[in-house]
């Protein structure tokens, strides 16, 4: 029997489909989880004052629009407890775990396809002539997964504008935003003060590279909900640890610096790089990570995926995205050395 081939050992092994921050944990957060590490043993303070109020610096908002939960899984399935919408609407291609998330309280699912001619980038003006008031939520991700492109902020205020119109809630997933050139610039953060039919939702997990201490937070300005949410969610739910940690990172000015820096450079050079070949289209990246399609008839994500596991490079295939196939890859951007072996691997099989 013909035996399967192996990856070579000296390639160790890459993820280029987790969209992490290449720099990994922040030395702060190891040092903090070192020197905490018997926080373990007891019980989280269920105030979270320290938490809250680095979360608030880092926000430039008030603690009491700060909602906390265990990882965005956590925040978006609170959300849908707390409304129980019977409509909503998505975008494809967009995040998988939207709709799994929203069906499973019932609620039927409506998409608006982005259109590939268009880059994937949304047309508010005709996603906003698309609303009416059969809808109860909207759920979009800015920047967009596997997309990767952002929406300008008086389009969102726009949208949000026309949901509050229409009585629809509107959950803003920020969960790349600080991938983006300027970010503060495009944040919809600013727009709760106005718009109580809003939430956005920020995550620790891919900018500061720590998706296991599950720790997730959102920003609205709705006392009623947030009320309900207070009763619905377990007083102490994030871990000790996590606490501890995400509150030293958020003030980490060196690694946040570095991480922006990193990404804008590499994200540019792959581009160029990638840019190349006649045989892939490029879907100009706004994140860390970059959507690609696959132009020549004989291959498929597969093979490339295939190809690629031979030298530890573990892209992310895009067949089950809605909108998508087997034809398009998407991978992020990691370090120099890693993003030259990606893409030469990539460019010699296309």
């Known amino acids: 029997m013909a035996s399967k081939n192996l990856r ?42 320290n938490l809250k109020n680095e979360v608030a610096s880092y926000t ?23 409304l129980l919408p019977k409509k909503a609407l ?35 003006e005709d996603f906003i002539s698309k609303l ?38 509107l959950v803003i997933d920020e969960m790349y935003i600080e991938f983006l050139d300027d970010y503060k610039n495009f944040t919809s953060i600013s727009l709760v003060d106005k718009y109580s039919n809003m939430a956005v939702i920020r995550s620790v997990s891919k900018f500061f590279a720590v998706p296991g201490l599950r720790f997730a937070y959102a920003i609205m300005n709705n006392s009623e909900m947030m009320d309900k949410i207070d009763i619905a969610t377990t007083k102490n739910n994030i871990a000790s640890i996590s606490a501890i940690a995400a509150s030293v990172m958020f003030k980490d000015e060196e690694y946040i610096k570095e991480g922006h ?3 804008h ?50 892209i992310r295939r895009c067949n089950d995205f809605r909108g998508l196939s ?12 890693q993003n030259d072996l990606m893409v030469n691997t990539i460019l010699e099989i296309v």
């Open 326 to 337: 087997d034809k398009y890859i998407r991978f992020c951007f990691m370090n120099p050395k």
């Open 60 to 82: 430039g908002v008030e603690l009491e629009k700060i909602v906390m939960g265990n990882g965005s899984s956590d925040l978006y399935k609170l959300y849908a407890g707390q």
């Open 132 to 169: 009416d008031e059969s809808y109860d939520v909207i759920y979009i991700s800015h920047p967009n997964n596997p997309t990767s492109k952002k929406l300008e902020l008086q389009d969102i205020e726009a949208l949000a504008k026309a949901c509050k119109e229409l009585n629809i809630f």
């Open 8 to 49: 070579i050992d000296q390639y160790p092994t890459i993820l280029y489909n987790a969209n992490l921050n290449p720099l990994g944990i922040p030395e702060s957060v190891k040092k903090a989880i070192s020197e905490n590490i018997d926080s373990i043993m007891k019980y989280p303070d269920i105030y979270y004052n």
């Open 265 to 314: 450079t590499e994200r540019s050079l792959i581009y160029r790089a990638m840019s190349t070949s006649k045989n892939l289209k490029l879907f100009k990246p706004d994140a860390n990570f970059m959507l690609v399609k696959l132009l020549s008839n004989d291959i498929n994500s597969s093979i490339v995926s295939e190809h690629c596991n031979q030298r530890g490079i573990i």
């Open 90 to 124: 998505l975008l494809s291609p967009g995040p998988t775990e939207y709709e799994r998330v929203l069906t499973s309280y019932g609620c039927k699912v409506d998409y608006y396809d982005l259109k590939e001619e268009n880059e994937f980038v949304l047309d508010m």
């Open 261 to 263: 820096s990193l990404i």
